[in-house]
């Protein structure tokens, strides 16, 4: 297990080994050393239809880092970076992962997230390093086009919350 940069500064892909024979597969989706001292004491599973979008979350008062492994289906994950003086704020990160993928994908404090599944069903397990907070929670604007995240669709099934997204200002 290890982990790789992407080209954004802060996300990483946890690269895995996966070991299969005749009857399936076993996959290691997390080891504490390799992240020193984060702690990760909350785990949330999701099951999301088709063409459902999640996101973009982040807790701003009570930021988490998130380690995202899909285990059943697949979907686009996105990370937009909304630390303050970060010289990528606003930028995005995304990627395909699915139940088959040898990789977890690792999403630092700062970043907002969200997935769009691309299957027929998806279920999605965040590794989280804080406990949910509502009252730290905010929504960044899916389709915010100063961001211009690519999603594969125009219009997604999304939960009220969703819908009431902030633009990036907001964040500034």
């Known amino acids: 297990m290890k982990l790789i940069n992407t080209k954004l500064p802060g996300p990483k892909i946890i690269k895995t080994n996966i070991y299969k024979d005749r009857r ?3 996959k290691e989706t997390f080891r504490k050393n390799l992240f020193g001292k984060i702690n990760f004491p909350f785990d949330v599973m999701s099951y999301s239809k088709k063409n459902v979008l999640r996101g973009l979350h982040i807790q701003l008062q009570a ?8 285990t059943s289906g697949k979907v686009m994950d996105v ?10 704020f606003g930028k995005y990160y995304s990627i395909v992962i699915s139940e088959k993928s040898d990789f977890s994908f690792y999403i630092p404090e700062g970043f907002a997230h969200g997935f ?5 069903s998806c279920t999605v397990n965040y590794k989280c390093s804080r406990y949910r907070d ?22 997604p099934i999304l939960s009220d919350k969703d819908k009431k997204g902030k633009n990036l200002n907001y964040f500034k």
């Open 24 to 26: 399936g597969y076993l």
């Open 79 to 88: 990370a937009v970076d909304l630390r303050k003086n970060s010289k990528t």
């Open 63 to 70: 930021p988490q880092a998130k380690i995202i492994t899909v």
């Open 134 to 155: 509502s009252k730290s929670e905010a929504t960044l604007d899916w389709k915010d086009k100063s961001i211009a995240i690519k999603w594969p669709i125009k219009n």
């Open 116 to 120: 769009l599944c691309l299957s027929k």
